[in-house]
Every structure is written in structure tokens, then in C-alpha cells.
């Protein structure tokens, strides 16, 4: 079980899934994301590029996105999945992305194809971030 309650091999064959559907017809570097929330809700998404490339959306970001447009706002722990022999970290930005949904000990999971191959806490991948706590909370 991971931290979520989720079994990882769940998490991870959905991350496996989208990126078996993610397009990536200039990298050719297909990558898959799915994440999981508190409740147990799993959303996953594939990169997507485009002609303007490098100029495209990231799979962590598209279960970001998938998760925030179903209404769910805390990320539990996410699985990303790349081809290789190198770990498949994300990037910078989705880094950022993931912590404004997430706290300082949410797992991540990096898989290959044979399944996961490491996993960070958050910090470990983003030390001392800036996140929305970080911001003056509105004045009533």
C-alpha cells in the first residue's frame, strides 16, 4: 500500500496507461502521470506535445489538470513514468505544480517500464519551496 491507501501497482498501471496514449511525435519521449487524492480518486494524464515544440504540456501537468477541473485540490502521491535507463524525475516546473496541491512528505513515485524504481518525498525533489501558504491570506 502506499501512503494514499491506494495500492501502488493501481497508481502505477494508470500511469502506465497514460502514457501509452500521451503524443509525442517530436521527442518521442512518451510520459505518463497519475496521482491520487486523500479520498482515493486517481486522475492520470499523458505529455502532449505540439509543432511548436518544445512548447507543450507535461503529464504530471495534465493530471494536475484532470484532478483540479474534477474539483479535487490535494495531490497524495503521484507515479511518473518514462522510458530509459534514467529516472524520469519531474520537472522543474511540475515540481512546483505538484506543491501547490501537495505538502512537503506527498510520494513520489518514479517508474520505467518494468515499475517503480525510486521514491522522493517531495522535499527531497523541491527543498525549501515556495507554496501557497507562503502567500498574506486575504483580509476580511
Do not use: W
Request: glycine content about 12%; proline content about 6%; hydrophobic content about 40%.
Amino acid at each position: 500500500m502506499s501512503r494514499s491507501g491506494e495500492p501502488l501497482a493501481t497508481l502505477f498501471a494508470a500511469a502506465k496507461a497514460a502514457q501509452m496514449n500521451a503524443y509525442a511525435p517530436y521527442s518521442r519521449f512518451k510520459v505518463g502521470a497519475a496521482l491520487t487524492t486523500p479520498g482515493g480518486a486517481v486522475f492520470s494524464g499523458g505529455n502532449v506535445e505540439n509543432a511548436a515544440y518544445p512548447e507543450g504540456v507535461c503529464a504530471e501537468t495534465s493530471a494536475i489538470s484532470a484532478m483540479a477541473q474534477a474539483g479535487q485540490r490535494r495531490i497524495a502521491e503521484i507515479c511518473v513514468v518514462g522510458d530509459g535507463e534514467a529516472l524520469c524525475t519531474p520537472c522543474g516546473g511540475c515540481r512546483q505544480r505538484i506543491r501547490e496541491f501537495a505538502d512537503e512528505e506527498t510520494l513520489i513515485h518514479v517508474a520505467g517500464p518494468e515499475g517503480v524504481r525510486v521514491t522522493f518525498k517531495l522535499a527531497d525533489l523541491l527543498p525549501e519551496s515556495f507554496g501557497p501558504g507562503h502567500l498574506p491570506r486575504e483580509r476580511a
